[in-house]
C-alpha cells in the first residue's frame, strides 16, 4: 500500500474520486478515510474533491467554501504537530518538558520552513499520519481529523485559549484587528474556522478537539438539513406503518413465545410445540450442534435441544427465526443480505466467547448478529404494490424521490430496522445493536459491549469484503477488545472466516 492513500473513496497514485463508493458509504454508513504522511498538494486537492463529492451526494453543496477551509485548517495543522514531533526529537528537547517546549518553539517555524522535506521524510519514517475521516452518523455529518501526535499540555492550554477567544468575536474583520499570538501559526486559523463555523448556523459543540494517549481528534459535527431530515423520518414512518401490516410471525412462533412466557408451561411443553414445525426444529439442532456449544457427541433429540439452549437461546432463536420467515429469504439479493447476517452473528458470538468469556451476553450477541441490517431486509422484502404505495406517498407529501432512493438503498436502515423492531415488541438490548451498529459511541451505556462487538463483527465481514481498510475502524469498540494492529485482525479474521465456513451454514 503506497504511503499516501486514500481508503474507500480511492487510491495513489492516481487519486480518483470513486463517486459510487461515495454514495454507497453514505448509504450504508461506513467511515470514508484518506491517510496520508506527508500532505503532498497532490492529496490536499484530493481531500477538496473528496469533501465537495460527499456534501453533494448530501445535499449540503452550501457548506462546501466552510467545510473545506475547515477541513484544510485541521490537516495542516495536524501535520504541523506531526513535524513538530520529529523536530523536537531531533533536537534532543522533551515536548512534553514546559522549559523544552518553550525553547524549542522559539525557531521551530523557521526552522522546519526552511527544511521542510527533511522533516517530512522523519515523519512518514516515524509513521506520523495525517487522516481525515467522513461519515454520516444518524442525522449528522461527522468529520474528523486525525493524527497520532498527543497533544501535551502546553499545546492543549493554547488550543483552549484560541477557542476562548474565537467566542468573544462576531466577525472576521474582529479577529484580523487583533493581534494574536502566531509562534506556531495556527493561532488565527483556529479563530476563522469557529466563526466560519458560527456562520453557517453551527454552536459552539460543533467542533471539538480532543487527545488521547494515541491521537488527537478534531471533529465538525454537522446536523443534516432540518428538511431533509424531517423526510427521511416521515418516509421511515410511512414505510413502518407499511411493513407492520404484513403477516406477523408465525402462529407457531407466536404460540411458542405464548407458552415460554406462561409461568405453567414445563420444558417438555414448549419441545413438543418447536418439534410441530421442522425448519424450527433443524435450526434449533443446527445452533446446539455448531461448534459454539463444543458438544463431545451430536444432539438428535429436541427436548435434549431445548434444555441446552435454554429459555433465553430460544426466545433468542424465535426472533431471528421469526423475521426470517416474515421478510423471507426468497431472492439472491435476501440471500446475500442473510448470508452476511449469519456470519456477523458468528463472528461477534465468538468475539465475546475468546475475548470476553460473558455467558450472559453470547446468545444475545449471536441473535443481535443476525438481525443486525434488519432494515436493509425490510427493503429488499417491498413488494411492487408497496413500492407504488410509498412512491405515491412521496408525491402527495413531497418528500424528494431521492429520499426514497436513499433509503431504499441502505440509508438510516440501522434506525429503520430498529424501528421495525421496536414494533415488533423486540428486547431493549437489541433493539439497541440494530440501531447503533455503525455508531457504537451513541450506544446506551448498558448496552456497550453488546453493541461494541455487533458493530466489530459487522466491520470484519466488510474488511473481509473489501469494503473497507484497517484505518475504518472506529477506536472504541477496537480498544475496548484491545485490538491494535493490522496483523493481529488479519490473523483473528482467518480463523473466524475458517470457523464459519467449517460450520457449513452458506
Not at 222 to 246: G, R, T, W
Amino acid at each position: 500500500m503506497n504511503n499516501e492513500r486514500s481508503s474507500a473513496v480511492g487510491s495513489a497514485p492516481e487519486l480518483v474520486v470513486d463517486e459510487e463508493k461515495i454514495k454507497k458509504a453514505i448509504q450504508s454508513g461506513l467511515p470514508l478515510t484518506i491517510t496520508t504522511y506527508t500532505l503532498p498538494k497532490e492529496i490536499e486537492i484530493y481531500i477538496e474533491q473528496v469533501v465537495d463529492a460527499f456534501l453533494r451526494h448530501m445535499n449540503q453543496l452550501k457548506l462546501k467554501d466552510y467545510i473545506i477551509y475547515c477541513v484544510q485548517e485541521l490537516v495542516v495543522n495536524a501535520k504541523k504537530a506531526n513535524t513538530k514531533r520529529v523536530f523536537f526529537t531531533e533536537r534532543g528537547l522533551n515536548i512534553n518538558n514546559e522549559k523544552d517546549y518553550a525553547a524549542g518553539m522559539v525557531d521551530f517555524k523557521e526552522e522546519t520552513i526552511g527544511n521542510i522535506q527533511h522533516y517530512l521524510k522523519l515523519q512518514k519514517e516515524k509513521g506520523l499520519y495525517i487522516k481525515v475521516v467522513l461519515q454520516v452518523k444518524r442525522n449528522t455529518i461527522n468529520i474528523e481529523i486525525r493524527n497520532n501526535s498527543t497533544a501535551n499540555k502546553m499545546e492543549q492550554l493554547r488550543i483552549q485559549d484560541k477557542m476562548a477567544r474565537s467566542r468573544q468575536y462576531d466577525s472576521m474583520e474582529d479577529a484580523f484587528s487583533s493581534v494574536l499570538d502566531d509562534s506556531e501559526g495556527a493561532g488565527l486559523g483556529l479563530v476563522i474556522l469557529v466563526l466560519m463555523l458560527k456562520k453557517i448556523g453551527l454552536n459552539d459543540d460543533a467542533f471539538t478537539i480532543k487527545s488521547t494517549d494515541k491521537c488527537t481528534i478534531a471533529s465538525i459535527s454537522i446536523p443534516l438539513d432540518q428538511a431533509m431530515i424531517e423526510n427521511i423520518s416521515v418516509l421511515s414512518d410511512e414505510i413502518v406503518q407499511n411493513i407492520n401490516s404484513l403477516p406477523q410471525f408465525p402462529e407457531n412462533v407466536l404460540h411458542i413465545q405464548r407458552l415460554i412466557n406462561d409461568p405453567s408451561s414445563d420444558m417438555p411443553t414448549i419441545a413438543r410445540q418447536i418439534s410441530i414445525d421442522p425448519a424450527l426444529t433443524a435450526d434449533l439442532l443446527k445452533i446446539v450442534n455448531s461448534a459454539q456449544y463444543m458438544l463431545s457427541k451430536k444432539v438428535e433429540n429436541i427436548s435434549d435441544a431445548v434444555k441446552m439452549i435454554g429459555i433465553k437461546g430460544i426466545k433468542n432463536l424465535l426472533y431471528s427465526y421469526g423475521t426470517q420467515k416474515v421478510l423471507g429469504d426468497d431472492t439472491v439479493d435476501k440471500k446475500k443480505l442473510w448470508e452476511h447476517s449469519y456470519r456477523t452473528a458468528f463472528y461477534a458470538y465468538n468475539l465475546i466467547k475468546n475475548f470476553k468469556n460473558d455467558n450472559n451476553l453470547l446468545e444475545d450477541v449471536y441473535v443481535s448478529g443476525i438481525l443486525h441490517d434488519m432494515g436493509k431486509i425490510i427493503f429488499s422484502n417491498v413488494r411492487p404494490e408497496l413500492l407504488n404505495k410509498i412512491k405515491g406517498f412521496c408525491s402527495d407529501k413531497n418528500v424528494p424521490a431521492s429520499t426514497f432512493e436513499d433509503l431504499s438503498a441502505g440509508m438510516n436502515h440501522a434506525e429503520l430496522g430498529a424501528l421495525i423492531a421496536e414494533k415488533w415488541n423486540f428486547p431493549d438490548k437489541l433493539v439497541a445493536a440494530i440501531r447503533y451498529h455503525h455508531d457504537p459511541e451513541a450506544a446506551p451505556k448498558a448496552c456497550k459491549d453488546l453493541v461494541d462487538t455487533v458493530y466489530l463483527a459487522n466491520m470484519f465481514c466488510e474488511y473481509e469484503n473489501g469494503n473497507i481498510n484497517f484505518d475504518q475502524f472506529d477506536q472504541g469498540p477496537m480498544e475496548n477488545y484491545k485490538f491494535n494492529s493490522k496483523k493481529q485482525i488479519d490473523a483473528l479474521l482467518e480463523r473466524l472466516s475458517r470457523g464459519f465456513m467449517r460450520e457449513g451454514q452458506f
